[in-house]
Nanobody
Framework: QVQLVESGGGLVQPGGSLNLSCQAP????????MGWFRQAPGKEREGVTC????????YVADSVKGRFTISMDAGKNTIYLRMNSLRSEDTAVYYC????????????????WGQGTQVTVAS
């Protein structure tokens, strides 16, 4: 397991933007895919978007296409999630994940999880 440290999140009005970041231990991005998952109240956790150092962005959920962007700074061992045009249905706990198979964004292949950060979209 690797320790992932998330930051960002909070309360934002509909239509607003937020940034999340997730720092991993050195060399993690060389061996794992990385991604963001979320779990809304009363719902199952779902994959949002994933990226790998070698293959770039490997997955973007339809529900966030055109609004959310994942990026990676390999030098800082950090991934980011830029969330624009936020909607109430984006309210969830967002989790950073290190994925055993870099080309996958499947929850079953996640090796380590961040602690989770709350994103609340409300007026």
């Amino acid at each position: 397991q690797v320790q992932l440290v998330e930051s960002g999140g909070g309360l934002v009005q509909p239509g607003g933007s937020l940034n999340l970041s997730c720092q991993a231990p050195e060399f993690t991005l060389d061996h794992y895919g990385m991604g963001w998952f979320r779990q809304a109240p009363g719902k199952e956790r779902e994959g949002v978007t994933c990226v790998s150092k070698k293959d770039g962005i490997t997955y973007v959920a339809d529900s966030v296409k055109g609004r959310f962007t994942i990026s990676m700074d390999a030098g800082k061992n950090t991934i980011y999630l830029r969330m624009n045009s936020l909607r109430s249905e984006d309210t969830a706990v967002y989790y950073c994940a290190a994925i055993f198979v870099p080309t996958s964004c499947r929850e079953s292949l996640v090796g380590s999880w961040g602690q989770g950060t709350q994103v609340t979209v409300a007026s």
